[in-house]
């Protein structure tokens, strides 16, 4: 027997419920990990939130920029940890996976602006 046409629609609707259900704890737990990086930094590295203030880590550091008003996209962050930023320093350390996370966390969090 051969599927129907609403069967195969109905396949394929259920995988991509299921990917988008994945997908949404994945980013939720991406968002726990960079949370946690900006906070406590990744020793030796210090954390971001000794320099920055940013309100979703509670954080009330006062060296660097307020990123709640900066409002930085998730590229502009990732390349001040790459490459540093005026008295900032290059967090290239951390290493892709980790910057990747930082980046899209403080983006999110303090209300990336929109292009």
Known sequence: MRPTRF???LAVTALIAAASASHAQTSS??????RQLFSLG????PACALCHKLQDA???GAVGPD???LMP???RVETALRNG?????SFAALGDEQIR??????????GARKP
């Open 7 to 9: 069967a195969w629609r």
């Open 29 to 34: 737990n991406d968002v726990a990990r960079g």
């Open 42 to 45: 990744a020793p030796p590295l």
């Open 58 to 60: 509670k954080a009330t």
């Open 67 to 69: 990123l709640d008003d």
């Open 73 to 75: 996209d998730a590229a």
């Open 85 to 89: 930023m005026g008295p900032m320093p």
């Open 101 to 110: 996370l930082l980046a899209r966390y403080v983006a999110q969090a303090a």
